[in-house]
């Protein structure tokens, strides 16, 4: 399961993603829409480890992977 809890980050001053909390369970597909400038690829970068997080956790099986490199994320089968 993926578990996303308070992410956040922001880009000298414009909060691009702001306490952002969901999970996805092994098999679920879940959808992300918004407009253009919405802090989707952000969001999608925070996940996996290629943008920094200012704030928040990111799970995945159980296991916080929050300050793992992209690469160690990817290796766990966490990546864009």
Do not use: Y
């Not at 306490?19 to 996996?48: H, M, Q, R, Y």
């Amino acid at each position: 399961m993926l578990e996303v809890s308070g992410l956040g980050r922001s880009f000298g001053g414009i909060q691009a993603v702001e306490d952002v909390s969901f999970s996805v369970a092994p098999g679920e597909i879940l959808g992300l829409i918004g407009p253009n400038g919405a802090g989707k690829t952000t969001l999608f970068d925070l996940i996996g480890g290629s943008t920094p997080r200012d704030h928040g956790t990111v799970r995945l099986g159980g296991v916080d992977v929050s300050a793992m490199s992209a690469g160690a994320r990817a290796r766990r089968g966490l990546g864009r």
